[in-house]
């Protein structure tokens, strides 16, 4: 079959494409600007890519047309495809009928964690020997790819509840079937999509009247909106963990020793270490220990395969060390994960917390989450933050009562500033959910000229 991909380079749909081309497929498709890594990953796999949506590319007589949520009617292309009445369908819906129907679907959700969780878990099951397939919206180091069919049973998913397609408006993760469904938090988000937190609860209590009464539910013991969830009714059987001491009935978690200490069914487990810093960071393994021994793997054996786990790109990802200040960068855009990140840094460090960051996210742009931006950051030593054109509102008048925070329209000044600025011992995260101007890259260079004295 011939299946052509709508916005084939957005993570989710550009595993769509590696996981149909493995599975035997002629795979072809486009998207507006065709950019890596995702582009360079596809044409590593031999799928052509079409810059741009013009309609001249379905002369390529697909057998169907898998169209991404990024397009909406009114396109040419789509305009085109529905005249014309040429097969067609969702991503989420291509998955679920030629992939996941008849595997043991793992599936990831929550507001933050889901890529490091999901990447944890299909880690877990493969140092198990288990060859999950998996689909997940960044590259977990151990993998190198975002996605792969996989030879055994199981698939790890991440599913989140943004919208499917233009013409299916539900949740991305109802099509998904889980079996086993971790949901490790839930807050207010995508405000583009949702209305209220009331209409992100509906949505998950749709995934929860579908899940089985033989699956398993893991769930965040910390999180109230989660508890808000499970008494609209839940089926299946419910296992909470928790890094609060108070709550009782759950699998407690906490650090010791740099590693991870659980306590479940009566015993103490351990692992000697864990690479990633944060108390989120425990949350997530823990929740990824759970899926993974309902699919089979003994809790010891996966404490044992976190030692090896190396993380993701672009979660807290630390890129080099220069003139002895850690560079990391993270795609923190929600005001709770700009705070566990911080946090997170705090804890692992000596010296001080620097943060460059760029409010991208729609909410952000939508105003959703301004008010909540100044306080996610007040751990941190010293704040520069850029004010995007597109941004409606001026990041100076919501970050005023933060002294050690300044305010610029000039990715340069920043580079420059911060470059003036620190020093050795210090950690700089920069929190972004898109490329941020290459300024990744042009703070490693300036850092490495003052290192030479320039």
């Known amino acids: 079959m011939h299946i052509h991909i709508l916005g084939i380079c957005g993570t989710f749909m550009g595993g769509i494409a590696a996981i149909a081309r493995e599975a035997g497929h002629k795979v072809t498709g486009s998207d507006r600007a065709v950019y890596p890594p995702m582009s360079d990953q596809l044409r590593n796999l031999g799928i052509e890519l079409i810059e741009g949506f013009e309609p001249d590319q379905l002369k390529l007589k697909p057998d169907l047309v898998v169209i991404g949520n990024v397009m909406s009617r009114g396109m040419p292309i789509i305009e085109t495809i529905l005249n014309e009445r040429i097969p067609y369908t969702s991503g989420p819906a291509w998955l679920a009928e030629h992939v996941l129907r008849d595997r043991w679907v793992i599936a990831v959700s929550g507001t933050h964690g889901k890529t490091t969780t999901a990447s944890m878990t299909a880690w877990l099951l493969e140092a198990a020997g288990l060859q999950p397939g998996f689909l997940i919206g960044g590259v977990p180091a151990n993998f190198a790819t975002t996605a792969r069919l996989g030879k055994g049973r199981h698939f790890v998913i991440e599913a989140d509840e943004y919208d499917t397609a233009f013409f299916d408006k539900r949740a991305k993760f109802m099509h998904y079937g889980p079996r086993t469904l971790i949901i490790n938090n839930l807050e207010f988000d995508h405000a583009d999509i949702y209305a209220d937190m009331n209409a992100i609860l509906w949505q998950f209590h749709q995934m929860l009247r579908i899940l089985p009464g033989n699956g398993l539910l893991v769930a965040n013991g910390n999180e109230p909106e989660i508890e808000r969830l499970l008494a609209m009714g839940c089926w299946t059987p419910v296992e909470r963990y928790s890094s609060n001491s108070s709550v009782g009935n759950v699998v407690q978690l906490r650090r010791n020793a740099g590693g991870l200490e659980l306590a479940i069914d009566g015993q103490l487990l351990q692992s000697e270490s864990l690479a990633l810093p944060g108390l989120y960071n425990l949350e997530n393994a823990t929740a990824a220990i759970l899926a993974a021994r309902h699919a089979g793997v003994a809790v010891q054996d996966s404490l044992a395969g976190l030692q090896k786990f190396r993380g993701v790109k672009r979660r807290l990802e630390h890129l080099g060390t220069f003139n002895g200040v850690r560079v990391f960068d993270d795609f923190a855009h929600h005001p709770t994960a700009i705070r566990r ?50 941004l409606p509102w001026q990041l100076s008048e919501q970050l005023a009562d933060l002294p050690a925070a300044s305010v610029s329209t000039d990715i340069k000044a920043i580079v420059q500033a911060v470059c003036r600025e620190a020093r050795p011992g210090d950690d700089l995260v920069v929190m972004s959910n898109g490329g941020f101007g290459g300024i990744h890259a042009l703070l490693c260079a300036g850092l490495k000229d003052v290192s030479r004295g320039n």
């Open 341 to 390: 990140t911080v946090e997170a840094l705090r804890e692992s460090t000596q010296g001080r917390v620097l943060v460059v960051v760029e409010p991208r996210s729609n909410s952000m742009k939508l105003g959703a989450h301004r008010a909540g931006l100044s306080p996610s950051l007040a751990a941190a030593d010293r704040v520069w933050a850029f004010q995007p054109e597109n």
